[in-house]
């Protein structure tokens, strides 16, 4: 590898990381826009401004020349790589804005990649699919750069990208200009295959949500996978035998919703193994619609500013997936369709190619250092995701529960905050807490996975529900060895359950259970019922959860009604304080009921790091 193309693949690496990561927050951001025009009522100008200005930068290709220069290529990166630097700051306006300039100069820079030096566009791309996969692992699934302690080391990794841009845009030589080799059916695969990529195959927290088994495990096999195609002599293989011919294109095409589907509808290793096949078979199509020469060459631009739109419209049939309740009810139930309609773009762009396009001098090229850096990668992988010792119960008399809604991860200002909550909730040394609006994978969260980012961080054990989509529920943590089980709850609209942990103590079991019950529109009196039948007879025993109803209301009476009691009121704390919203309670929905044992402590925190408050409730588990 001569030193310029070495630094042609760092600068590309650089920027197209950049660009997956701003992807990402761009939807995390509009999540928190949307949130808050929708719930508030009176939706302004802002809601569609804000929709309008992303479609423009996603549309930024179409501003690449079909031949460009050297420095339009440095100009681009140079952008992008200053504009990143938001990203890791603490604020979602930064983020919102700087993540618009990273899309329309990712966006220029990728479309002129693929005209000057369309061979580096492949290896850059899973290099920066890797890198991300990479950061996230080692951040516990929240993306180590996007925290706010790593801006001076961003700052740096732009001063780089600065002065590679710079360095490389002295030089001379056509490169490998292939113009217009980019077809629209293409483009369209590209889009879905980055759908793909970023909300499931890219993240392997998601895939173990999906298929219920080890992060642990998934996540440097996933990274294994995307790194094996960089390797020279694999891509030439696959460009020259495995996908050489057009019926083992359409092989590929065929099996990857057919893993795709395996992997949503089955559990456990069957399920992670069709997510892996999955994955392989991605990223073969990926070479097919980078690698590919078309019948019908369209210029680069419109052809990839085609796939972003593509990619945009599955993101957002995606979150009506999650958000069917309020959005579209018959989307209830039908992510899956969303993962086909993927595939199914990806079909369309991999069957025109002609052939694959075999650089030459491809296995000239050294693929040691390919090896070595997977070798260093995957290591560190492991490393960040081995399990850790999980605390033990004190099995003293006293036992602090709680109950959270994290809201996602985010504040009520959409700073994300998963820190801020778990250094609340490690604060009040609880013994289990129960957890409501928990995403595990989804990317209007960043893709992170809540409960595993904050089990790990507290050194807590975790027992999660999926609800909706495999990738949102709740959860509760907990100390000590228990035994867990969970059911879903009659649901109108979103879909809820409940959860059951159970200790066995000296003085005999002890049970703890956690809800998130309905909004509006909701029968919350089925809902509660039917969690009250799920908790039986079970003494003694806490239950808590963000209920979404008042003091007074049916819901609260039909619980007090089952011999659960407040502790507030026991305790005579009247008027019990308010949860929500957490800056300036105006109203109590969280709670923590007891039966048959008695509160030492019952407090609400005033931490201000989810937009409701926390509930601790401290009891002596011998006194009846």
């Given at each position: 590898?001569?030193?310029?193309?070495?630094?042609?693949?760092?600068?590309?690496?650089?920027?197209?990381?950049?660009?997956?990561?701003?992807?990402?927050?761009?939807?995390?951001?509009?999540?928190?826009?949307?949130?808050?025009?929708?719930?508030?009522?009176?939706?302004?100008?802002?809601?569609?401004?804000?929709?309008?200005?992303?479609?423009?930068?996603?549309?930024?290709?179409?501003?690449?020349?079909?031949?460009?220069?050297?420095?339009?290529?440095?100009?681009?990166?140079?952008?992008?790589?200053l504009a990143r630097i938001?990203?890791?700051?603490?604020?979602?306006?930064?983020?919102?804005?700087?993540?618009?300039?990273?899309?329309?100069?990712?966006?220029?820079?990728?479309?002129?990649?693929?005209?000057?030096?369309?061979?580096?566009?492949?290896?850059?791309?899973?290099?920066?699919?890797?890198?991300?996969?990479?950061?996230?692992?080692?951040?516990?699934?929240?993306?180590?750069?996007?925290?706010?302690?790593?801006?001076?080391?961003?700052?740096?990794?732009?001063?780089?990208?600065?002065?590679?841009?710079a360095a490389l845009s002295?030089?001379?030589?056509?490169?490998?200009?292939?113009?217009?080799?980019?077809?629209?059916?293409?483009?369209?695969?590209?889009?879905?295959?980055?759908?793909?990529?970023?909300?499931?195959?890219?993240?392997?927290?998601?895939?173990?949500?999906?298929?219920?088994?080890?992060?642990?495990?998934?996540?440097?096999?996933?990274?294994?996978?995307?790194?094996?195609?960089?390797?020279?002599?694999?891509?030439?293989?696959?460009?020259?035998?495995?996908?050489?011919?057009?019926?083992?294109?359409?092989?590929?095409?065929?099996?990857?919703?057919?893993?795709?589907?395996?992997?949503?509808?089955?559990?456990?290793?069957?399920?992670?193994?069709?997510?892996?096949?999955?994955?392989?078979?991605?990223?073969?199509?990926?070479?097919?619609?980078?690698?590919?020469?078309?019948?019908?060459?369209?210029?680069?631009?419109?052809?990839?500013?085609?796939?972003?739109?593509?990619?945009?419209?599955?993101?957002?049939?995606?979150?009506?997936?999650?958000?069917?309740?309020?959005?579209?009810?018959?989307?209830?139930?039908?992510?899956?369709?969303?993962?086909?309609?993927?595939?199914?773009?990806?079909?369309?762009?991999?069957?025109?190619?002609?052939?694959?396009?075999?650089?030459?001098?491809?296995?000239?090229?050294?693929?040691?250092?390919?090896?070595?850096?997977?070798?260093?990668?995957?290591?560190?992988?492991?490393?960040?995701?081995?399990?850790?010792?999980?605390?033990?119960?004190?099995?003293?008399?006293?036992?602090?529960?709680?109950?959270?809604?994290?809201?996602?991860?985010?504040?009520?200002?959409?700073?994300?905050?998963?820190?801020?909550?778990?250094?609340?909730?490690?604060?009040?040394?609880?013994?289990?807490?129960?957890?409501?609006?928990?995403?595990?994978?989804?990317?209007?969260?960043?893709?992170?996975?809540?409960?595993?980012?904050?089990?790990?961080?507290?050194?807590?054990?975790?027992?999660?529900?999926?609800?909706?989509?495999?990738?949102?529920?709740?959860?509760?943590?907990?100390?000590?060895?228990?035994?867990?089980?969970?059911?879903?709850?009659?649901?109108?609209?979103?879909?809820?359950?409940?959860?059951?942990?159970?200790?066995?103590?000296?003085?005999?079991?002890?049970?703890?259970?956690?809800?998130?019950?309905?909004?509006?529109?909701?029968?919350?009196?089925?809902?509660?019922?039917?969690?009250?039948?799920?908790?039986?007879?079970?003494?003694?025993?806490?239950?808590?959860?963000?209920?979404?109803?008042?003091?007074?209301?049916?819901?609260?009476?039909?619980?007090?009604?089952?011999?659960?009691?407040?502790?507030?009121?026991?305790?005579?704390?009247?008027?019990?304080?308010?949860?929500?919203?957490?800056v300036d309670p105006q109203?109590?929905?969280?709670?923590?009921?007891?039966?048959?044992?008695?509160?030492?402590?019952?407090?609400?925190?005033?931490?201000?790091?989810?937009?409701?408050?926390?509930?601790?409730?401290?009891?002596?588990?011998?006194?009846?």
């Amino acid at each position: 590898m001569t030193r310029p193309r070495f630094w042609r693949i760092v600068e590309a690496t650089s920027v197209l990381l950049f660009l997956v990561q701003a992807l990402r927050v761009s939807l995390a951001a509009m999540f928190g826009i949307i949130y808050d025009q929708i719930f508030a009522g009176t939706p302004t100008s802002w809601l569609p401004l804000s929709l309008l200005l992303l479609v423009l930068c996603l549309a930024a290709p179409l501003a690449a020349p079909r031949i460009p220069g050297r420095r339009t290529l440095a100009l681009a990166a140079c952008v992008a790589a200053l504009a990143r630097i938001a990203l890791s700051v603490d604020s979602p306006e930064a983020r919102y804005w700087g993540s618009l300039v990273v899309i329309a100069a990712g966006g220029i820079y990728l479309a002129s990649l693929f005209s000057a030096r369309r061979s580096t566009v492949l290896p850059a791309l899973l290099a920066a699919l890797a890198a991300d996969q990479l950061l996230r692992a080692m951040g516990q699934t929240y993306d180590l750069s996007l925290h706010p302690s790593w801006l001076p080391f961003q700052i740096s990794w732009t001063a780089i990208v600065l002065a590679i841009a710079a360095a490389l845009s002295l030089r001379t030589g056509a490169g490998d200009l292939q113009a217009g080799q980019l077809g629209g059916r293409a483009g369209l695969g590209l889009g879905g295959f980055l759908f793909l990529e970023l909300s499931l195959l890219s993240l392997p927290n998601a895939a173990a949500r999906w298929s219920e088994t080890s992060y642990a495990l998934l996540a440097p096999l996933l990274l294994t996978l995307t790194f094996i195609p960089q390797h020279p002599f694999v891509r030439h293989v696959l460009a020259s035998h495995w996908l050489a011919l057009p019926p083992r294109r359409t092989a590929v095409v065929v099996l990857l919703p057919v893993a795709l589907l395996g992997g949503y509808f089955l559990t456990g290793p069957i399920s992670a193994a069709s997510l892996l096949i999955a994955q392989a078979l991605a990223l073969a199509a990926a070479a097919c619609l980078l690698d590919g020469v078309p019948y019908a060459p369209r210029p680069v631009g419109p052809s990839l500013t085609f796939g972003m739109l593509a990619w945009l419209i599955l993101n957002f049939a995606n979150a009506f997936a999650f958000t069917y309740p309020y959005a579209v009810p018959a989307m209830r139930g039908m992510g899956w369709a969303v993962y086909l309609a993927a595939c199914l773009a990806i079909v369309l762009g991999v069957l025109p190619q002609r052939r694959l396009a075999v650089a030459q001098g491809m296995l000239s090229q050294r693929g040691g250092a390919v090896i070595a850096a997977g070798l260093v990668a995957v290591a560190s992988v492991v490393v960040a995701v081995w399990p850790i010792p999980v605390r033990q119960h004190a099995m003293t008399p006293r036992m602090r529960l709680a109950t959270y809604n994290i809201h996602y991860g985010f504040d009520e200002g959409w700073h994300f905050n998963l820190d801020g909550m778990a250094d609340a909730i490690a604060q009040e040394q609880v013994d289990a807490i129960a957890l409501q609006e928990v995403d595990t994978g989804r990317l209007t969260s960043l893709g992170v996975d809540d409960a595993y980012f904050l089990a790990r961080r507290l050194g807590m054990h975790v027992a999660y529900l999926p609800t909706v989509e495999h990738l949102t529920g709740i959860a509760v943590l907990y100390r000590g060895e228990a035994q867990t089980a969970a059911a879903l709850l009659p649901s109108l609209r979103e879909q809820t359950g409940i959860i059951r942990v159970t200790w066995e103590m000296p003085e005999g079991p002890w049970s703890f259970f956690g809800t998130w019950l309905g909004l509006e529109n909701e029968d919350k009196l089925a809902q509660g019922a039917a969690a009250l039948d799920f908790i039986g007879s079970t003494s003694p025993a806490a239950f808590g959860g963000d209920f979404n109803a008042a003091d007074g209301t049916p819901l609260v009476e039909l619980i007090r009604g089952d011999d659960f009691v407040d502790p507030f009121t026991m305790l005579g704390q009247l008027p019990p304080p308010g949860t929500s919203p957490a800056v300036d309670p105006q109203e109590r929905i969280d709670y923590v009921w007891l039966r048959g044992a008695l509160p030492g402590e019952a407090r609400v925190a005033e931490s201000l790091a989810s937009d409701h408050r926390m509930v601790v409730v401290q009891v002596d588990r011998t006194q009846p």
